[in-house]
C-alpha cells in the first residue's frame, strides 16, 4: 500500500537558489531512508541516505533531515545547478527486515533555469 | 558503488510475444533482486522480489504468470512479460541488494508493445 508520499509534484528555482524537497512517510516502523534522483530515461540515482537514529545528515551539496515526529524529510540541494534539474524520489525502508524492497515516494520535479 | 546492469535497454514486440529482461550485478552477489516498474510521470512501484535459489515474491495485483521472475544465479535475475499487450508498455527497472543493506538500481528497460 502507499506508504511514502511527496508534497509538491513540481519545484522551480533558479540557478543558484537552494532547493527543499519534501517527503513524508506514513510507516512508522521504516528505520532507513533514502534520496533518489531520476533523470529521464534512467536509473535511480543515489544521492544520500540517513537512519532513523539520526536526524540530519550532509553530503556534498545536499542534507537529509529526518523528522520522526511528524514523518517527515527534506532534501536539501544548496547552490542548485541546471543539473540538478531531475525527479527526486524519497524511499524508506526497514532495516532489521532482511531482503525488504525500498518503497518509493510520488517524486517531485525540479526545474533549474539559469 | 556498485554497479548493475540491464539488458536490453530498450524492446519492442508485438502483441501477444514474450520479452525477457536481464538483471546482472557486476561487481558482487546480490541474493536479493528487486523488479520495479514505473509508468511515465509516476513512481517506481515494486513488482516483486528475487531470491536467489527460490520462488519470487509478487506484490498484491502482479500475476506471477504473466510476470516470470527467474533468479538463477547471485548475479542474475531474468523478468520474462509473456504475452505482452500494449498495457505492459512500461519503464522496468531492476535493483540489486548489498550484503549489507545498500541497494542499487540497474539502468531500466524500455519496453514497448506494439
Known amino acids: 500500500g502507499e506508504s511514502v508520499g511527496l508534497h509538491l509534484p513540481t519545484l522551480s528555482v533558479q540557478e543558484g537558489d537552494n532547493s527543499i524537497i519534501n517527503c513524508a512517510y506514513s510507516n512508522s516502523a521504516s528505520d532507513y531512508f533514502i534520496w533518489y534522483k531520476q533523470e529521464s530515461g534512467k536509473g535511480p540515482q543515489f544521492i544520500i541516505d540517513?537512519?532513523?537514529?539520526?536526524d540530519k545528515r550532509q553530503g556534498q551539496r545536499v542534507t537529509v533531515l529526518l523528522n520522526k515526529t511528524v514523518k517527515h524529510l527534506s532534501l536539501q540541494i544548496a547552490a542548485t545547478q541546471p543539473g540538478d534539474s531531475a525527479v527526486y524520489f524519497c524511499a524508506e525502508n526497514i532495516l532489521g527486515q532482511a531482503g525488504t524492497a525500498l518503497i518509493f515516494g510520488k517524486g517531485t520535479t525540479l526545474s533549474v533555469s539559469s | 558503488g556498485a554497479v548493475v546492469s540491464q539488458h536490453p535497454s530498450r524492446v519492442i514486440c508485438k502483441s501477444g510475444t514474450s520479452v525477457k529482461i536481464e538483471c546482472r550485478s557486476l561487481d558482487f552477489q546480490a541474493t536479493t533482486m528487486f523488479w520495479y516498474r514505473q509508468f511515465p510521470k509516476q513512481s517506481l512501484m515494486l513488482m516483486a522480489t528475487?531470491?536467489?535459489?527460490?520462488?519470487?515474491?509478487?506484490e498484491q495485483g502482479v500475476e506471477k504468470d504473466k510476470f516470470l521472475i527467474n533468479h538463477a544465479s547471485l548475479t542474475l535475475s531474468t523478468l520474462t512479460v509473456t504475452s505482452a499487450h500494449p498495457e505492459d508498455s512500461s519503464f522496468y527497472i531492476c535493483s540489486a541488494k548489498f550484503p549489507s543493506h545498500e541497494q542499487y538500481f540497474g539502468p531500466g528497460t524500455r519496453l514497448t508493445v506494439t
Open positions: 528475487s531470491n536467489e535459489g527460490s520462488k519470487a515474491t509478487y
Open positions: 540517513i537512519r532513523s537514529n539520526m
